[in-house]
């Protein structure tokens, strides 16, 4: 079983893998998942993951120190991100290995570049393509679509995890 909190609260998630560390104030949407390695902390305020949203391997949230961390609905949180006091639109997709610091919001139908860094305060507009250190509006663009189909793949993994197959068929 993962290591949680007492404030852990679990709307039907679809699976959360033995190896996460949920402390604090933590809400995990219906049919979301949890994969290896995560952690959640939440001294103060709450982290918020919408439904069917899943927060991959070596995953790192926490919360500000005046900001909660929010995640919107079918959202892909990717291998090695960090999300700090922050708060993420529905469908979107955080690329692997980038960071978004507190206070930072990106709208939904959004794509963050892998390795990018959102620095404190920063805001993006819903359909939004960043990337860089610092990160920048690269271009206008309804993400959606392609979003919410690596949510949905996710979320059949994810099942599949729960139920004992690893791999899909």
């Known amino acids: 079983m ?15 893998h033995p190896t996460a560390l949920l402390y604090g104030k933590v809400r995990i949407g219906k049919g979301s998942s949890v994969f290896p390695y995560v952690v959640m902390r ?10 069917r949203t899943n927060i991959q391997d070596f995953v790192m949230l926490h919360v500000g120190n005046t900001t909660p961390t929010i995640i919107g609905d079918d959202c892909s949180i990717t291998h090695h991100v960090t999300l700090h006091g922050c708060e993420i639109g529905d469908r979107c997709l955080i690329g692997i290995n980038s960071t978004i610091m507190d206070g930072a919001k990106i709208g939904a139908n959004s794509i963050v570049g892998e390795h990018s860094l959102v620095r404190q305060g920063q805001e993006f507009p819903e359909n939004s393509v960043i990337a860089g250190v610092p990160a920048r509006l690269i271009k206008q663009r309804d993400c959606s679509e392609a979003n919410l189909t690596n949510a949905r793949i996710y979320e059949q993994i994810a099942r599949g995890y729960a139920s004992g197959r690893d791999r899909i068929a």
């Open 2 to 16: 993962f290591s949680r909190g007492h404030d852990i609260i679990l709307d039907e998630p679809a699976f959360i």
């Open 42 to 51: 939440s001294e103060i305020h709450e982290i918020q993951i919408g439904a």
